[in-house]
């Protein structure tokens, strides 16, 4: 009997491990699903944008999709997509920024989008500074600039905004770290040990200095809605202009548009543009 019960507490022991170890080493096919390259955007519903190549830090050649805005001195959002997919299948959700006269400039991933390279928390941040830096180079500074961070998106959204300013940041199904989403997920381990890319919200967001639209659907399954709450309290604690929390109750992680977030994006962005320049 106690041989039995020290065989099965060996075995659970092994299987702990060996997931945990799976866990570490391969949560990069967890958290980062590259589609297939898009066809050029002329042969999408975004045949306004075009391709742009900008060179990262490291030396990485990575291709965005752009179309500046429709009038001189116009907003361009700066959209960080979700960890899936490709730009095509933002179509939707950018047509109806890019019909509101908004620029947009959807920042191409290192192994996303037909792109070179590895996906990570840390080379996502060095394709968004690559973006923000052809915007500088186009006379397109912060002050006329709003991150949108989708999904995992909203961990570099977030940061970059933090770090090289923002008129605006709105994040769409947002979480507060992949930690907390590793914790719900996988109670059992120790998931600040294990998260290589813990894309950690809710430390950025408290030093945020720009207005923020938190945006979440009650029915998301993915990332639970009471995280989209918490980013914009904590934004609020640390006295972030401007921050509002919209929840789309027949939403889910990525249909908010076809239940009438452009109309809210537009809002937020009417009035945190004519307070400013009130």
């Given at each position: 009997?106690?041989?039995?019960?020290?065989?099965?507490?060996?075995v659970t022991v092994a299987v702990y491990v060996i997931v945990?170890?799976?866990?570490?080493?391969?949560?990069?096919?967890?958290?980062?699903?590259?589609g297939p390259p898009p066809p050029p955007p002329g042969e999408t519903a975004l045949a306004a944008m075009r391709p742009l190549t900008l060179t990262?830090?490291?030396?990485?050649?990575?291709?965005?999709?752009?179309?500046?805005?429709?009038?001189?001195?116009?907003?361009?959002?700066?959209?960080?997509?979700?960890?899936?997919g490709n730009f095509a299948g933002r179509?939707?959700?950018?047509?109806?920024?890019?019909?509101?006269?908004?620029?947009?400039?959807?920042?191409?991933?290192?192994?996303?989008?037909?792109?070179?390279?590895t996906p990570s928390q840390a080379g996502f941040r060095d394709d968004g500074r690559a973006a923000l830096d052809f915007l500088d180079g186009a006379g397109i500074g912060a002050a006329r600039r709003v991150h949108y961070g989708e999904?995992?998106?909203?961990?570099?959204?977030l940061p970059l905004a933090v770090e090289r300013g923002a008129a605006a940041v709105i994040l769409e199904g947002a979480f507060t770290s992949i930690v907390e989403m590793a914790r719900r997920q996988y109670p059992i381990y120790p998931a600040g040990w294990l998260v290589r890319h813990p894309f950690d919200n809710?430390?950025?967001?408290?030093?945020?200095?720009?207005?923020?639209?938190?945006?979440h659907g009650a029915g998301d399954d993915l990332v639970p809605p009471d995280m989209a709450q918490r980013l914009a309290d904590a934004a609020r604690a640390a006295g972030v202009p401007a921050v509002?929390?919209?929840?789309?109750?027949?939403?889910n992680h990525v249909d908010l548009f076809d239940h009438g977030a452009a109309g809210r994006v537009r809002a937020f962005l009417t009035r945190v543009t004519t307070s400013e320049s009130g």
């Open positions: 009997m106690v041989n039995a019960i020290a065989g099965l507490m060996g945990g170890g799976w866990l570490y080493l391969f949560q990069e096919r967890l958290l980062f699903q590259p990262t830090a490291d030396g990485l050649r990575v291709t965005s999709w752009y179309a500046p805005p429709a009038v001189d001195g116009g907003l361009v959002v700066v959209y960080f997509h979700g960890n899936a179509a939707v959700k950018v047509g109806q920024l890019l019909d509101q006269g908004l620029g947009v400039l959807l920042v191409g991933y290192r192994g996303y989008n037909g792109n070179p390279g999904s995992i998106g909203s961990g570099t959204a809710l430390a950025a967001v408290r030093d945020l200095a720009a207005p923020l639209l938190v945006m509002e929390a919209a929840i789309f109750p027949q939403g």
